[in-house]
C-alpha cells in the first residue's frame, strides 16, 4: 500500500515502524514508571525494566510472526525480530540464562511450523549465541562499543539469513539485500537509542539537582513539600502512622560570622553525613531533607512517636558527639531537636509541621542541646 499510495518504499516505511515500536516502549514504560511512583511503590527498577522489556519484545515478535507463521514468506519480519533480540540484549542490556532461551525457540519453532527443519534449530543456536555475545559485549566492552556492536551484527547477521536462504531457497541478491538491511537497522537503532539515552540521562540529572541540596546531597525543600502532602494525605485517608524529627544547628549563625561561611559550609556536610549513616543503618525509607539555612526535617512514614523518639535520641547523640576542626580551633557541634506525630486534627502539612516546629523553638528557648517531643 505505501509503495502504491505513497511511493514509499518498504525500507523507508519499515525504518519508521521500528523506530516506532521502541519509541512506544519507551513511553509506555516511562508510564509504568511514573505509576509506581505515584503509588510510592519501591522497586528494582532494573528488574521491571528486564520483565517489561522481555514481555513487550515478545509480544511484538510474535504478533508480528503470526501473520505469516507457517507460510512460505515466514522469514520476511525476521529482521524486526532480530532488532527486537538486540534492543534487549544490547540496549536495556537484559541478562537471561541460556537455558531459558530453549523453551522460548521451541515454543516459537512449534508457533511458525518450522520445529521439523534442521536449518530453524541451527538459527535459534546462533540466535542464542548472538543475544549472549551482544549481553557481553554491553557489559565488558568499554572501548570503541559501536565498532563491536556492528561487526557482532553483521557476523551474526550473515550466518543467521545464511540459514534463512537455505531453509526457503531464496535469491542470493535477496539475502545479500536483507543482510544489509539488519546492518542499516543496527546503525539507526544505535543512534536513535543512544540519543533517547543521553537525554534521559539529563533529566534525571536536572531531576537530581532540582530535588536534592547541592551542599549536602539530602533532599531540599521542593521535595520535602512534594514528599509531605503524600504522606500526610495517605495518612490521613488510610489511618496510618507519620511522624517528623526537625533540627537545627545551635549558634550556626555565630560559627559563620566566627570562622567564616566555608567553616558553616563544612559542618552542615558533616552534620548531614551523620545523621544520613544513621538514619541508613535504621531505614533506608525514613526520608531526610534540608529545609532551610540550618534547619533539616526527617520524616518517619509508619513510625509512631516511641519509635521515632528512639532513633532521634541516636541522631541528636551521634552529632553532639562530633567535633570540627577549623584551623587550630575545635567547634563542638550540638543540635535542637522537636519531635511529634500526625494528629487527627491536623487539617494540613503545615498544622502537622507548626507542632514540630513550636517543639524545635521549646528546645532552643529552653537552653537548646535538647529534644522536646509530644
Known sequence: MTWNVWQLSPFITSIFFILGIFTLYEVLYDALKTILQAKNINVDVDLVNSW???IYMLIFVFGMQSTVAGTSISWQFMNFQLMAVIFCAYFLNIRVPYYYFIPVLILYMIFDSSLGYWE????????????????????????????YYILTGIV???????????KFNFAMSTYLEEWSYLIIFQILLYSYVTMILRDSELKLRLLEFANHDALTK????????????????????????????????????????????????KILQQVADIVQTVIDANNPKIKFYRTGGEEFNILFPGYDLEATERIAQEIFMAVNHSKMDIGDKKIIISISVGVSVISEQDNEPNDFYGRVDDNLYSSKKNGRMQITSK
Open 120 to 147: 530453524s534449530w541451527a538459527h535459534g543456536a546462533v540466535l542464542m549465541l548472538f543475544y549472549i555475545s551482544l549481553n557481553y559485549l554491553r557489559r565488558h566492552q568499554k572501548s570503541h562499543p559501536f565498532v
Open 218 to 265: 539530602t533532599e531540599n525543600y521542593a521535595a520535602y513539600v512534594s514528599e509531605i502532602k503524600y504522606m500526610f494525605d495517605e495518612s490521613q485517608k488510610n489511618k496510618l502512622l507519620l511522624s517528623m524529627m526537625m533540627f537545627d544547628i545551635d549558634h550556626f549563625k555565630e560559627i559563620n560570622d566566627t570562622y567564616g561561611h566555608l567553616a558553616g559550609d
Open 156 to 166: 551474526f547477521g550473515s550466518v543467521l539469513w545464511l540459514f534463512m536462504k537455505i
Open 52 to 54: 517489561f522489556g522481555v
